[in-house]
């Protein structure tokens, strides 16, 4: 299927601008000139910042003091009891009045050298983001590529058998791409990035909600599963206007996996994270898996959605050895230690195709949160790249 | 350094204003929605306006830079196009209360596929989103993208390829097959 078309025929055609707004957003343009910023220019002023303004007053959650620190748990778990022991350092992280979060998103790839084939992460940037807590406290985004690197030891010594090189030219499953080893500084200019001084406040709600419903929602995980995760619930999300009486649709398990992921690192009320992962734990098709490693190489504790099968078609081209049929699961990782957020990623569950070479396990693309959380400060990325 | 610059809005903007008006208004009203698309499209023109000595006509076509700067416009009502996402599922084929015969539930399947197809668009990162829409909803190539955006070629091909993979992952599930019958009584 072609998901370009498919995105380009879903949007219907609109009505064109009615002779008052071009007239209007002429009349802007012969106001007198203003300084420019030199960065992002935001907010304008008037009409269309209004827009932009509608930012919800924070109330932050000062009020849950955190709980006295417990002593380390027993000595052995099970594997949901990891993850909900994970849930219960959740409740007692601080809130602070800047939240931020800085995300390193990377793709593995197959690099077929004669020397032998090995994978590299490439197409990998890290996004550093930060919000004051109330409207007008600002906000800024950086963002920067990442070198691409052989994603294990294994691969890294293949990597040097076949020269160290420092370009990879690799079938991404519709088209060649080229990653480099070179690193990046920190960017501040292009879309998504730069700083708002004025900002803050809204923006960071996850699939359209507002800060302020994020810090209203409720920490029992049976509510919260009930909010997000049931099938009743997504069916009826998707048909806001009345589904059909007696139909439901069964919601796979990675998609719910995503929902309580992507929550579970927004700015919500601590208790509420941990409510999420516990309700991620009574799904259906989502299991605990004990122990596991993120992308980034920290040990923490992990839910796994069924696996599914996936197949390369060959139909964008590319090479013979790419296509073919295997399995994976979407995973993620949280810290046993704080119950932060670590990362979400699709992980090699039955080699095949593209992955034929890799073994179970092998991460296929991931987003990991090299950190996220409030502080009293304003928050600034570090220099230091994310992989030693 | 360069010397003389070509033709630039500076000079003509106007022109620019004229000819690209409407193009820019269409691309905000299909992420945002018409509410918001007078309001985006004005204030797009406006940075263009103000950016217009700047602008460099070796870096990107004008079209190219209009729609870069109108991406960043859009950037910052991302809340209001996750709400026109939302309102478009709601606004599928199969409105009404009616939904009687065998017929609507096919139309029912399609208006499920457009909710799923505008929450996973809804889902998607900032950064993906913008490559994925402006080669969907304004036909720029990849090399336009790069230059509208200033991500590199290669970000911009890895970030369709992700945006694609999870499109499609996530219509998977939207499979008929998979739509299920509740027994009655």
């Known amino acids: 299927m072609d998901e370009v078309r498919m995105v380009r025929d879903s949007y219907p055609e609109p009505a064109p601008p009615t002779a008052r707004e071009i007239a209007r957003a002429k009349s802007l343009l012969a106001g007198p000139p203003r300084r420019s910023r030199p960065r992002l220019l935001w907010g304008l002023g008037g009409v269309v910042a209004a827009g932009a303004a509608t930012a919800v007053a924070l109330t932050l959650v000062g009020g849950n003091a955190p709980a006295p620190p417990q002593p380390t748990g027993p000595v052995h778990l099970d594997d949901k009891a990891l993850v909900l022991a994970a849930a219960e350092k959740a409740e007692q992280q601080p809130t602070g009045v800047y939240w931020h979060t800085d995300v390193v998103q990377g793709q593995s790839f197959i690099v077929r050298a004669k020397t032998g084939t090995y994978a590299i992460t490439g197409a990998l940037d890290e996004m550093f983001g930060w919000w004051g807590a109330k409207s007008g406290m600002g906000e800024g985004h950086y963002g920067r590529d990442l070198p691409a690197r052989p994603v294990t030891a294994r691969d890294a010594a293949l990597w040097r058998k076949a020269g160290s090189p420092s370009t990879f030219r690799v079938w991404a499953g519709d088209h060649y791409d080229t990653y480099t080893t070179k690193a990046q500084k920190w960017q501040m200019d292009g879309v998504n990035k730069g700083t708002d001084p004025h900002g803050g406040g809204s923006l960071v709600g996850a699939l359209g909600m507002s800060v302020e419903e994020l810090q209203k929602l409720p920490s029992d995980s049976a509510k919260l599963a009930e909010m997000f995760l049931s099938d009743k619930t997504i069916y009826k999300k998707e048909h806001p206007m009345g589904a059909p009486a007696g139909r439901t649709r069964q919601v796979p398990p990675a998609v719910k996996l995503h929902l309580a992921g992507a929550l579970a690192q927004n700015p919500v009320q601590p208790k509420v994270r941990a409510g999420l992962m516990r309700a991620a734990t009574t799904q259906p098709g989502i299991h605990a898996i004990g122990r596991d490693t993120d992308p980034l190489g920290r040990p923490g504790v992990a839910l796994a959605a069924d696996d599914t099968a996936s197949t390369w078609t060959g139909e964008y081209g590319g090479p013979q050895a790419a296509r073919g049929t295997y399995r994976s699961r979407k995973v993620i990782v949280f810290d046993q230690r704080t119950g932060a957020m670590l990362s979400e990623q699709e992980e090699l569950t039955k080699p095949g195709g593209p992955y034929a070479e890799m073994k179970p396990g092998f991460i296929i693309d991931y987003v990991a949160y090299r950190s996220a959380g409030w502080t009293d400060t304003k928050p600034s990325p570090s220099a230091e790249l994310p992989f030693r | ?185």
């Open chain 2, 1 to 185: 350094m360069t010397g003389d610059p070509p033709p630039h809005p500076a000079e003509r903007f106007d022109e620019v204003f004229d000819a690209y008006f409407v193009e820019i208004h269409r691309y905000a009203a299909k992420r945002l929605g018409p509410d918001a698309a007078g309001d985006v499209a004005a204030q797009t023109f406006l940075e263009a306006f103000r950016q217009r000595r700047r602008y460099d006509p070796e870096r990107a076509g004008v079209r190219t830079w209009l729609y870069g700067i109108a991406t960043k416009v859009v950037g910052r009502h991302q809340r209001a196009e996750t709400r026109a996402l939302r309102a478009r599922a709601r606004l599928g084929p199969g409105r009404g209360a009616e939904e009687h015969t065998e017929r609507v539930d096919a139309r029912v399947s399609a208006q499920g596929l457009r909710g799923e197809l505008a929450g996973a668009i809804a889902a998607l990162p900032r950064g993906q989103r913008d490559v994925l829409l402006l080669v969907a909803l304004a036909d720029l190539s990849h090399d336009e993208v790069a230059a509208a955006l200033g991500i590199s070629y290669g970000t911009v091909g890895s970030r369709l390829s992700r945006a694609r993979t999870t499109l499609r992952r996530a219509l998977g599930g939207t499979n008929p097959m998979l739509t299920l019958e509740e027994q009655h009584g």
